[in-house]
Antibody, heavy 121, light 113 residues
Framework: EVQLVESGGGLVLPGGSLRLSCAASGFTFSAYWMSWVRQAPGKGLEWVANIKQDGSEIHYVDSVKGRFTISRDNVKDSLYLQMNSLRAEDTAAYYCATNLKYQAVGAFDIWGQGTMVTVSS | DIVMTQSPDSLAVSLGERATINCKSS????????????LAWYQQKPGQPPKLLIY???TRGSGVPDRFSGSGSGTDFTLTISSLQAEDVAVYYC?????????FGQGTKLEIK
């Protein structure tokens, strides 16, 4: 069964750090671009970052550039998001996502269930 | 960045009636070399991750009922639900993947009238 399982969310103080993980199973993880997408409570979807199969190409939304780092371990079939200098506006559910079936990189047909990050004092 | 704007923000439609959601992009999503529009539509129900409905602007995902259809090209796109069912109550998002910096529309909340 194809699955993405996020972990690592929690409550953190403003200015603090968290590392999110996304464990992939049921498919050849190393063959696919991967992304993080977030959703603040009651708000819409915001793409955060993506990473190419071999990690050679990475992109970020402007609001997290210089604070967040996306990475992957193709041996462990895992995706990561290191989040530093966290702000209240980073409070959101964070999803990892990818496209497996349609050769439409960026049209996400597989999503995890999400992990919640709350930045508050 | 490519800005995606959906209209309306919310919509109430009677069961069995047609629902139409529009999405406009700030630049063309048509990649002429492939003749494909890099536009996807998602459905999100409360407490769930989004579900991909449509990709390449008009191709239905596997298992998506045929009452859902996508149309449009360039900068103007439409998601149509031909006959609204109770289970279609959700928030719908368009998203461009033409640029590697993906962007979503703000969402359209669909309710039953």
């Amino acid at each position: 069964e194809v699955q993405l399982v996020e972990s690592g969310g929690g409550l953190v103080l403003p200015g603090g750090s968290l590392r999110l993980s996304c464990a992939a199973s049921g498919f050849t993880f190393s063959a696919y671009w991967m992304s993080w997408v977030r959703q603040a409570p009651g708000k819409g979807l915001e793409w955060v970052a993506n990473i190419k199969q071999d990690g050679s190409e990475i992109h970020y939304v402007d609001s997290v550039k210089g604070r967040f780092t996306i990475s992957r371990d193709n041996v462990k079939d895992s995706l990561y998001l290191q989040m530093n200098s966290l702000r209240a506006e980073d409070t959101a559910a964070y999803y990892c996502a990818t496209n497996l079936k349609y050769q439409a990189v960026g049209a996400f047909d597989i999503w995890g269930q999400g992990t919640m990050v709350t930045v508050s004092s | 960045d490519i800005v995606m704007t959906q209209s309306p923000d919310s919509l109430a439609v009677s069961l069995g009636e047609r629902a139409t959601i529009n999405c406009k992009s700030s630049q063309s999503l048509l990649y002429s070399s492939y003749n494909k529009n890099y536009l996807a539509w998602y459905q999100q129900k409360p407490g769930q991750p989004p579900k991909l409905l449509i990709y390449w602007a008009s191709t239905r995902g596997s298992g998506v009922p045929d009452r859902f259809s996508g149309s449009g090209s360039g900068t103007d796109f439409t998601l149509t639900i031909s006959s609204l069912q109770a289970e279609d109550v959700a928030v719908y998002y368009c998203q461009q993947y033409y640029s590697s910096w993906y962007t979503f529309g703000q969402g359209t909340k669909l309710e039953i009238k």
